[in-house]
């Protein structure tokens, strides 16, 4: 079965750093395109980012320059790594696989979310 | 960026009855749509790519249609579990883009 299972969410001041992980399994996450989604409370969903199969990667001007998404195959894990936090950042955080595997158009299937609240 | 509009922002509907939800695109994007349903504390599911295919294991009461900037997800005779949030989301450019939902309540 695939799954993915998001965690590392949690309380940050503002300006802080937190780093997500998504738990993939069922299938290698170094052989799709992966991303990331937020949504901010009671608001609708926002594409944050994206780490292509063949390892490049795309952010959202909101959030460029200072979050990082990565991988590592050998945990099958895919990362957000987020510096800088700003209030504006709070949300639930998906990680959802991209399809088809190399070209990243719609997503399926999502994660369950970890939330990051951004706040002093 | 390609802003998507979803319209109603709420949908009232009685079970059984048809339930049509539109998407317009800012720009053209073709074909390139896709609809999510999304129920209270879960994460989104896919229901429709390409405008019009449905995915895996989703009923055929669930039709998508549309090309250009208007669309359309037509729910055919509403079941109980259909009452959700739907979105509707742009990938012809980046970045990808969603709309800001519909919402299908009972009446």
């Known amino acids: 079965e695939v799954q993915l299972v998001e965690s590392g969410g949690g309380l940050v001041q503002p300006g802080g750093s937190l780093r997500l992980s998504c738990a993939a399994s069922g299938f290698p996450v170094g052989s799709n395109s992966m991303t990331w989604v937020r949504q901010a409370p009671g608001k609708g969903l926002e594409w944050v980012s994206i780490?292509?199969?063949?390892?490049?990667?795309y952010y959202a001007d909101s959030v460029k320059g200072r979050f990082t998404i990565s991988r590592d195959s050998s945990k099958n894990t895919l990362y957000l790594q987020m510096n800088s936090l700003r209030a504006e950042d709070t949300a639930l955080y998906f990680c959802?696989?991209?399809?088809?595997?190399?070209?990243?158009?719609?997503?399926?299937?999502w994660g369950q979310g970890t939330l990051v609240t951004v706040s002093s | 960026e390609i802003v998507m509009t979803q319209s109603p922002a709420t949908l009232s509907v009685s079970p059984g009855e048809r339930a049509t939800l539109s998407c317009r695109a800012s720009?053209?994007?073709?074909?390139?749509l896709a609809w999510y349903q999304q129920k209270p504390g879960q994460a989104p599911r896919l229901l429709i790519f390409?405008?019009?295919t449905r995915a895996t294991g989703i009923p055929a009461r669930f039709s998508g249609s549309g090309s250009g900037t208007e669309f359309t997800l037509t729910i055919s005779s509403l079941q109980s579990e259909d009452f959700a949030l739907y979105y509707c989301q742009q990938y012809n450019n980046w970045p990808r883009t969603f709309g800001q939902g519909t919402r299908v309540e009972i009446k």
């Open positions: 959802a696989r991209t399809e088809p595997p190399t070209i990243p158009n719609w997503f399926d299937p």
């Open positions: 720009q053209s994007i073709s074909s390139n």
């Open positions: 780490i292509y199969s063949g390892g490049n990667t």
């Open positions: 390409g405008a019009s």
